[in-house]
């Protein structure tokens, strides 16, 4: 008789701990200190942000805010020209109080968001980042700075989420699985040496998307305490472990056993797992897995093309299929798991969807820093100072983290009041000049100064940018393969038709 599983809810655990006041004047101290030039103009571009009425939608409006007491002109020269020492930042958000889960585990999403910049021709360091349409098959690519964020993800449905990290993905990072896994690396050794993770805790749950290559995260990741679970592709072909070799049997032993086809349902037999659940959004679901199953790796798949061996490694995980029972629902979800064995337990198989499921709050979190916070507004030239502002604004979101039991519940007439755990990201910052007052600002005020001469009036500009190409300077050995096959191709039908 199959199992029945149930949605595992729950609220989250404010970030602020047991005095919201002082932690949040506490991060704010901490924060001040990694803006170590023009970190007066910096730190109070932050609490525009933060105490603007409405969306952000340009760097000029942010210096008419009472809390922003510098000019235009020194928020841009704060913004090209200051410094924010980064990895003290880092630091200091993963000090910070994590989301709960019921069992103590730590779930973390990591995602590419891009900051799209197709008319900055004269932007260094721009790449192609992927736009999904609103119609099927309508996605298209843009030219932009795109960012890897790694989040700390709620239980619960919620709009929060813990904002962890971020990278900017540049033209030069050949393999974008291996940045992407130096960046989990990193964050997780922040977190365990922050205490949120100690021997005997369960593993850390990251999930991703159907863009990762879950199976060699998984393998850059093998030495730490880490479980990747990601979406995959529905027509991918996935095989068990093979037999054990017979006694005196002939020839090579065999690596891999039978297949197990995700378009093919005559291969599903023999599961570990065959359950019922039921879920508030996607109705009752089917949810189906295969313990201890791989892939075959060949130097064609990305990131092996390098391999030194002539054997490939076996990466074992378990496969899940999430299939909604009601008529005209999504179509079947096929994930991957780096847990080998999860794959017998009912309740590990829970816990591993359920924790994909909840990825998606991320996508919540991106559609506030664009349209609430403005992260991709400004209209920046310098790489360098889009990594000062992206992290300005992870410091913002943080700091409406630590805000909500502090945020006065400021609302429209047609909004409804909500109690401190339930207030979203916008009520909170609505209500933010409340906990600004009494969290206080290290900022200093601004003195007097005169602003300089400026070109003279009617001259022209004779040091203009240079234009900067977009794209990867690097390209893939597929592309590169691809590219020769057809110069080869071209090169043979010249040669039979020289006329």
């Not at 409405?54 to 020209?81: F, H, I, K, M, Q």
């Not at 910070?96 to 889960?101: D, F, G, Q, Y």
């Not at 096929?334 to 969807?353: E, F, I, R």
């Amino acid at each position: 008789m199959p199992a029945t599983f149930s949605w595992s809810g729950g609220g989250t655990q404010s970030a602020a701990g047991p005095d919201p006041a002082g932690a949040l004047r506490g991060f704010r101290e901490r924060l001040y200190g990694c803006l170590t030039r023009r970190g007066d103009a910096l730190f109070e571009v932050a609490d525009a942000v933060l105490c603007a009425a409405g969306p952000v939608t340009d760097l000029a409006r942010l210096s008419l805010v009472p809390e922003c007491r510098r000019g235009y002109g020194g928020l841009s020269d704060g913004l090209n020209a200051g410094r924010v020492e980064i990895g003290r930042l880092r630091r200091a958000v993963a000090g910070l109080e994590l989301p709960a889960w019921p069992d103590g585990g730590i779930r973390l999403a990591v995602d590419v968001c891009g900051w799209l910049r197709p008319d900055a021709a004269t932007s260094a360091q721009r790449l192609f980042c992927h736009v999904h349409g609103r119609g099927t098959g309508t996605g298209q690519v843009v030219a932009g700075w795109p960012y890897s964020f790694v989040t700390a993800l709620a239980p619960g449905p919620s709009s929060w989420t813990g904002l962890l990290d971020a990278v900017r993905l540049g033209p030069d990072d050949a393999d974008d699985c291996a940045t992407t896994a130096a960046q989990l690396r990193e964050v997780a050794g922040r977190l365990i040496a922050a205490g949120h993770w100690r021997p005997g805790d369960p593993p850390i749950l990251v999930t991703g998307d159907a863009g990762y290559n879950p199976a060699r995260l998984a393998f850059l990741l093998a030495d730490l305490p880490v479980i990747v679970v990601a979406r995959v592709r529905s027509d991918r072909v996935w095989y068990r472990r093979a037999p054990a070799r017979r006694a005196r049997a002939a020839g090579r032993p065999q690596r891999h056993g039978l297949p197990v086809r995700s378009a093919d349902p005559a291969t599903w037999d023999d599961p570990g797992v065959t359950a019922q659940a039921a879920t508030p959004r996607h109705g009752p679901l089917a949810v189906t897995a295969w313990p201890r199953v791989h892939q075959k790796i060949s130097r064609a798949c990305p990131g092996w093309e390098h391999w030194p061996g002539r054997e490939f490694p076996l990466i074992e995980g378990t496969l899940i299929r999430l299939a909604p029972a009601r008529p005209g629902g999504a179509p079947p979800m096929w994930l991957w798991a780096s847990a080998p064995d999860a794959g017998l337990d009912p309740d590990q198989v829970a816990l591993t969807w359920q924790a994909y499921l909840r990825r998606f709050d991320i996508e919540h979190t991106f559609r506030f820093l664009k349209q609430q916070l403005g992260w991709d507004k400004p209209r920046l030239r310098d790489p360098a100072a889009a990594d000062r502002w992206t992290w300005l604004i992870i410091a913002c979101y943080t700091q409406l983290r630590l805000a909500r039991p502090l945020a006065a519940d400021i609302r429209l007439p047609w909004q409804r009041p909500l109690p401190p755990d339930a207030m979203t990201p916008g009520r909170v910052r609505a209500g933010f000049r409340h906990a600004r007052q009494q969290a206080g600002t290290p900022a200093s005020p601004p003195k007097p100064s005169t602003p300089g001469p400026g070109r003279p009036k009617g001259s022209k500009n004779t040091r203009k940018a240079p234009r900067q190409p977009a794209g990867k300077t690097t390209p893939k050995q597929a592309s590169i393969t691809r590219k020769k096959r057809k110069h080869a191709k071209h090169a043979s039908r010249s040669a039979a038709h020289p006329g």
